[in-house]
């Protein structure tokens, strides 16, 4: 047999890979040269004689979320990523700072970022006015802001909906409701993980990242290491393309390494100064600047 099929991972199993193709679930072995194989990777298999599966190539990917492995080598996570769900709320309170690193990074990915504001049923009685108006400022410069309260499950057909056809991945502080939010989204997920039961190795504990269908043909990718996702060190060049809001004054200012802080003829400054920038997001990138 030797036509070649694509299918998705789901996830590594020791040295092995689910991937699901036509709604089955198949566990493959990776042809040795593919070890950096991960969730979310597209890739062509084949069925030999002996009714083994196997990986043949890894399709290109779009993204790759690493992370340090116990080395600090860069270990791949997941990939091919559309958007990024970073989940703030009013208890515990915002960190709009946590909330730009994320930022930066799912650009820097690159993927598109939604912020979800869970917990909206805390607003009345927690949401400053300086809160509010930091909060305006990320839809001002184009980012999607949902409102959802997860327990309750409201919000939660807006959130299906603005992922579509997708691939998801759910990031924030410990707290801000994200488990709330996938259990909401996969009702099912005890089917799958039962599933993967039946492959003989018992009980899936392992927390390596799981690619979870949703019912309207997107992708949930969830682990705790990917919730941990957070801005790596970057250069002051990434940390700047980080900023949406600073591309359409890109080779605006006076000097072509201008770092927007204290250079004459900035025109990030100058855009600040005249309202056309939001100030708050501003002043946190001098700080994260000046913290590189
Ligand atoms: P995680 O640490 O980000 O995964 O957060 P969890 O999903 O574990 O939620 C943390 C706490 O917030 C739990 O006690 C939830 O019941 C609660 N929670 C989640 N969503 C809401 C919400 O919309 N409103 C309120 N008031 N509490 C919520
Ligand atoms: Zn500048």
Known sequence: ?????????????????????????????PKRKLEHIACGDYVTW?????????????LPRTNVLTRP?????????????????????????????????????????????????????????????????CLAEYEHIGYSI????????SGIAALRAAIGAKTAI???????GKSSLAAQLLPEQEIRVGEIADTGEGRHTTTNAMLYALP??????????????????????????GY???????????????????????AIKQAVAAQQLPPHRYERYLNLLASL
């Open 244 to 266: 949406s809001e600073f591309r359409p004054y890109q080779f605006q200012c006076r000097f072509n390494n201008c770092t927007h802080a204290h250079e004459p003829h900035c």
């Open 170 to 176: 759910v990031v924030g502080q410990s707290g801000v």
């Open 146 to 153: 949902l409102y959802t309260q997860a327990k309750e499950g």
């Open 69 to 133: 492995d116990f080395r600090g080598k860069p270990k791949n996570i997941a990939t091919n990523i559309d958007l990024v769900i970073i989940v703030v709320s009013w208890r515990p309170s915002p960190s709009w700072e946590m909330l730009d690193r994320y930022l930066v990074a799912t650009e820097l990915l690159p993927a598109q970022a939604l912020i979800v504001m869970n917990k909206a049923d805390l607003a009345d009685e927690y949401a400053s006015a300086d809160d509010l108006k």
């Open 1 to 29: 047999m030797n036509d070649l099929v694509t299918a998705r991972v789901i996830t590594r199993f020791g040295a092995d890979v689910l991937i699901t193709h036509a709604n089955q679930t198949i566990r493959c072995t």
């Open 216 to 241: 309207e043909h997107g992708f949930l990718i969830d682990s705790p290491g990917v919730r941990d996702f957070s801005l790596s060190a970057v250069t002051r060049e990434q940390l700047q393309q």
């Open 46 to 58: 084949e069925e030999n004689a002996q009714g083994n599966a196997t990986i043949t190539t890894i």
